[in-house]
T-cell receptor, first 114, second 115 residues
Framework: EAQVTQNPRYLITVTGKKLTVTCSQN?????MSWYRQDPGLGLRQIYY???????DKGDVPEGYKVSRKEKRNFPLILESPSPNQTSLYFC?????????????FGPGTRLTVL | QKEVEQNSGPLSVPEGAIASLNCTYS??????FFWYRQYSGKSPELIMF????GDKEDGRFTAQLNKASQYVSLLIRDSQPSDSATYLC???????????????FGKGTKLSVKP
């Protein structure tokens, strides 16, 4: 089954404790991205990757890191989480940069930073 | 600052009626327009996309695009209670700045279809 998986699905942590949210897709997609969704602010892109070893900042990259060592995986790293990073996070993938209509979203990770 | 604007709702319609959802966007360079449906606590799901001016129909859904007015709409005919969700309008970043391949999302319109 074609899918994007994220782990963990729910996480409660404390300020400053490094964490990683994993994202994996089994569709051989080149383009992957991370979004956060906040009430009243909508979905905003954090980082994106056009292919292995090619990553760049989205609209709200502060406080986040990513890596793309393999095509299928695109982890989101919070080196020192803060309460303002409490949010619902979605990973998304699609075959290529312009294949917008083939974008899949993962199930989401609800993160709470105390 | 590229923006996509939607009425937050809630929009309430009776079962069987036509639901009309509207969206305006600021970036004249945008070429691709999308409607996502998001059930509470779930991930967004693409239901319609449109690239050219005019109407595009798919089952009970019709997307309408007017690039001159920078306006996109979604019509849902014969609305069902299962259509109750938040509908997100999304527009690709135009060629003038912004991250490559980014979709700019509106905040969403919450639709409630009453039996």
């Amino acid at each position: 089954e074609a899918q994007v998986t994220q782990n963990p699905r729910y996480l409660i942590t404390v300020t400053g404790k490094k964490l990683t949210v994993t994202c994996s897709q089994n569709m051989n997609h080149e383009y992957m991205s991370w979004y956060r969704q906040d009430p009243g602010l909508g979905l905003r892109q954090i980082y994106y990757s056009m292919n292995v070893e090619v990553t760049d900042k989205g609209d709200v990259p502060e406080g986040y890191k990513v890596s793309r060592k393999e095509k299928r995986n695109f982890p989101l790293i919070l080196e020192s989480p803060s309460p303002n990073q409490t949010s619902l996070y979605f990973c998304a993938s699609r075959p290529s940069l312009r294949s917008y209509n083939e974008q899949f979203f993962g199930p989401g990770t609800r993160l709470t930073v105390l | 600052q590229k923006e996509v604007e939607q009425n937050s709702g809630p929009l309430s319609v009776p079962e069987g009626a036509i639901a009309s959802l509207n969206c305006t966007y600021s970036d004249r360079g945008s070429q691709s327009f999308f409607w996502y449906r998001q059930y509470s606590g779930k991930s967004p799901e693409l239901i319609m996309f449109i690239y050219s001016n005019g109407d595009k129909e798919d089952g009970r859904f019709t997307a309408q695009l007017n690039k001159a007015s920078q306006y996109v709409s979604l019509l849902i005919r014969d609305s069902q209670p299962s259509d109750s969700a938040t509908y997100l309008c999304a527009v690709n970043s135009g060629i003038y700045g912004g991250s490559q391949g980014n979709l700019i999302f509106g905040k969403g319109t919450k639709l409630s279809v009453k039996p």
